[in-house]
């Protein structure tokens, strides 16, 4: 599957429950899960499981969506996209994104 209908089916997601979302998480988000660009300090906090850490880091329209936005990084992101606090230390996210989707080089 190429990026570009990754992207497509990523974006596909965020209908219904997840349109809550704020759109520049949903990008974020799908930067995140198609080319392994960090989206900062909140998204980091969430995809660690710091929710302390998330909330205090959110601005308002992530504080309003922060269900919604736990919800998807749980129900589509793969397992390996998420993981513990020092995750961000000590992976290559690059390398690890690839890992997931096979194409590790």
């Not at 979302?21 to 799908?30: D, E, G, K, V």
């Not at 900062?40 to 969430?46: E, N, R, S, T």
């Not at 959110?58 to 020092?86: C, F, H």
Request: charged content about 20%; glycine content about 10%; hydrophobic content about 45%.
């Amino acid at each position: 599957m190429s990026n570009e209908q990754l992207e497509v089916g990523i974006m596909n997601t965020f209908r219904g429950h997840y349109s809550i979302i704020p759109a520049h998480t949903q990008a974020m988000l799908m930067n995140w899960y198609v080319y392994g660009i960090r989206g900062g300090d909140f998204l980091d906090a969430v995809l660690c499981g710091d929710l302390f850490a998330a909330y205090g880091r959110a601005d308002d329209d992530n504080v309003n969506a922060m269900k919604a936005i736990v919800s998807w990084v749980y129900n589509i992101l793969p397992l390996g996209a998420r993981t513990g606090p020092s995750f961000a230390d000590k992976m290559n996210m690059a390398d690890r994104l690839n890992a997931w989707k096979g194409t590790a080089e």
